[in-house]
């Protein structure tokens, strides 16, 4: 099914003068990928660690949004400092947006069973949006973000910074990653600005209960807040076993109505070192009528060596 490739940009905040939408991705396997949006997370498992993510959100539509991420992070001088990069990538219809971040942590208690870590990281974003596109549809031809059959470009840098606190089973974190709020639209003939950044405010928090011994059941929160957006909240419990295979429910709080999405997750630990997870969002919005959900799979692969403990023991992802 085609969309109108308009209708998309304004929905993720890209038309003209409209500052409050979802600009960044959102990922559904959130608690696997906690350096995406803390830069403080860098080096806190104590191992080594690549993710890659991909996302198919609203199937369907032509012109949805498809995001593809990797990240790395590891400690560094020990266990005190981290260090961590980020590649990302978004296709919304017109748009392609590519992006690299760099973080750095430092443990501000160094305990062996408590952990405060402060992150920074620095990040540029390419911006690329075809105008020319035949399937781009004008509903106002007098909109000034619209630069009619033109294709355009640019890079912006940002910083970011966050904490992360992890006591035995239990972590909170909070975070901004992109500071500088820059304007990304641009009219030369008119001298208008038509789009920019928008801030967001992320603050995660989660806990691991042993229900057995081969039984853990997990419980992670996610907030987003966006100025002049409503807030949207994943709300996840999952259960593992036998430290090898979970399984969990999230409900998505976000928008006018009472929910968003409900989403399912897979993830298995195959091998020492190789994880694989797989999440489905199905669709509580408007958007049902004509999507068939949205889907993620996500691979994970852990450095340790044989001395070392699967899973640090301060940090329960």
């Known amino acids: 099914m085609k969309i109108k490739y308009l209708l998309l940009i304004g929905m993720l905040g890209l038309g003209a003068g409209t500052l409050q939408a979802q600009q960044e ?4 396997q959130f608690m696997y990928n906690k350096l995406y949006l803390n830069p403080a997370f860098a080096g806190a498992e104590g191992f080594a660690s690549f993710v890659g993510i991909y996302r198919n959100q609203w199937m369907g539509f032509e012109g949805a949004p498809v995001s593809q ?13 981290g260090f961590g990069i980020v590649l990302n990538h978004d296709n919304i219809g017109i748009l392609n947006r590519w992006n690299g971040s760099l973080s750095y942590s430092y443990d501000l208690l160094n305990r062996p069973n408590a952990s405060l870590r402060i992150g920074f990281q620095g990040s540029a974003k390419y911006y690329q949006m ?9 509903a106002d ?56 950044e928008s801030r967001h405010y ?30 949207d909240v994943d709300i996840n419990l999952s259960f593992e076993f036998n430290e090898k295979f979970t399984t969990g429910l999230s409900y998505r709080v976000g928008g006018d109505g009472a929910g968003d999405s409900i989403d399912v997750l897979l993830f298995g630990q195959l091998t020492r070192m190789f994880g694989l ?15 068939a959900g949205s889907a ?16 640090n023991p301060r940090f329960f992802y």
């Open 296 to 311: 993620e799979a996500l691979v994970r692969i852990d450095l340790v060596k044989g001395s070392d403990n699967l899973k």
């Open 277 to 291: 997870g797989l999440a489905y969002d199905y669709s509580l919005s408007d958007i049902m009528d004509s999507s």
């Open 141 to 196: 031809p007098s909109d000034p973000s619209i630069l009619y059959n033109m294709m355009t470009s640019d890079v912006y840098w940002n910083v970011g910074a966050g904490l992360h606190l992890a006591v035995n089973n239990f972590f909170f974190g909070v975070s901004a990653p992109s500071l500088i709020e820059n304007v990304i639209g641009y009219n030369p003939n008119n001298n208008v600005e038509t789009a920019a």
């Open 25 to 28: 991705s959102h990922y559904t």
């Open 130 to 138: 075809d105008f020319a596109d035949p399937n781009l549809i004008i």
């Open 69 to 81: 991420l990797v990240s790395f992070n590891t400690p560094f001088f020990g266990q005190r400092v």
């Open 202 to 231: 992320y603050a995660m928090t989660g806990f691991a209960l042993p229900v057995s011994n081969n039984l853990v059941m997990r419980s992670s929160v996610l907030g987003k807040y966006v100025k002049n957006a409503p807030i």
